[in-house]
């Protein structure tokens, strides 16, 4: 009897890729424009004992600074949600990748604080067993990302059910001698 050939698989869809809400970012932009207008007005103005020529400059500098040093926090960690897997990537220079199979199983939390609930974003923590849990901080439109994770979860377990079956019926009962 020949053996049926194994079906090729759905090749694997990015659902969602997503960073930390922006909200994070408002303060640095706002010390970045007290920066630039106070920098522009203090350059040439300053009295001599404090500089004057060098004061200006030094202000605008630090506000680049500041947004420039708190937009590259920001950009350092991503969450990405595909038909197979949440990956986690971290880092600027040195990446760190974290991946969990939806069909290993796990369970998602969600935590929102008050601020967090007016913006809609949210804490998700993804229970992995007896590992540590994977905690998904400040994803925008937390509640739409939770109930993403949790279709996949049971849409792969589903997918493993109707696999293993399959394989089952592929290779025939056994019999004892």
Known sequence: MPRPRPQSAAPEVT???????????????????????????FTGRAAPYWGGVWFGPTILGLGVLIFALAWLAWLARRYVVTTRRL????????????????????????????LQRVFGSGDVRVNV???????????????????????????????AIAQGQQNTAAQGTFTEL
């Open 87 to 114: 990956i986690v990537q971290r880092g600027v220079l040195v990446r760190h990748r974290q991946e969990i199979l939806h069909t290993r199983g796990y369970g998602c939390e969600l935590v929102q604080s008050p």
């Open 15 to 41: 659902i969602a890729s997503v960073r930390r809400h922006a909200r994070r970012l408002a303060l640095p932009a706002l010390i970045l424009v007290v920066a630039v207008g106070s920098g522009s007005y």
């Open 129 to 159: 067993g007896l590992d540590h849990p994977i905690l998904v901080k400040d994803v925008p439109h937390a509640k739409v990302f939770t109930r993403a994770l949790q279709d996949l979860q049971e849409a792969s377990d589903s997918w």
